[in-house]
C-alpha cells in the first residue's frame, strides 16, 4: 500500500502565497510520475503540475508563471509552491503518483493518490 501525505493547505487571501508538501516512498519519489491535481466544487479534477525524475513534464496553462513544482528526494517529499494565489485557485489539492506512462488528462488512471489538502483563495 503506497501512502502519499500531503500538508499545507489553508486560506490565503488573493495575491498570497501557499507552500504544499508530498511525502511519499522514496521509490515513488524516484521513478513514478509524481504530480499535483486540483479540484473544485462542482469541476472535474485537473492536473496541475507533474513532474517524472527531474523533468518537470506539465504545468496547467493557468498557473504558470506562479506554480513550481519540485521535490527533494532526500526527503522524499513532492513540493508546489503556489504565488500570486486567485480566487480561482480555490480547491481541493491533491498529490498523486503513477508509473510512467503517465497521461495527466486522466487522473482517473494514477495509482496512488492523497487524501487532499484545502485551498481557499479569498478575494
Known amino acids: 500500500q503506497v501512502q502519499l501525505m500531503e500538508s499545507g493547505g489553508g486560506s490565503v487571501q488573493a495575491g498570497g502565497s501557499l507552500r504544499l508538501s508530498c511525502t511519499a516512498p522514496?521509490?515513488?519519489?524516484?521513478?513514478?510520475?509524481m504530480g499535483w491535481f486540483r479540484q473544485a466544487p462542482g469541476k472535474e479534477r485537473e492536473g496541475v503540475a507533474v513532474?517524472?525524475?527531474?523533468?518537470?513534464?506539465y504545468y496547467a496553462d493557468s498557473v504558470k508563471g506562479r506554480f513550481t513544482i519540485s521535490q527533494e528526494n532526500a526527503e522524499n517529499t513532492m513540493y508546489l509552491q503556489m504565488n500570486s494565489l486567485k480566487p480561482e485557485d480555490t480547491g481541493m489539492y491533491f498529490c498523486a503518483a503513477d508509473p510512467p506512462p503517465c497521461r495527466v488528462g486522466e487522473p482517473a488512471t494514477w495509482d496512488y493518490w492523497g487524501q487532499g489538502t484545502q485551498v481557499t483563495v479569498a478575494s
Open positions: 513532474r517524472t525524475g527531474d523533468i518537470i513534464t
Open positions: 522514496q521509490h515513488i519519489v524516484k521513478s513514478a510520475c
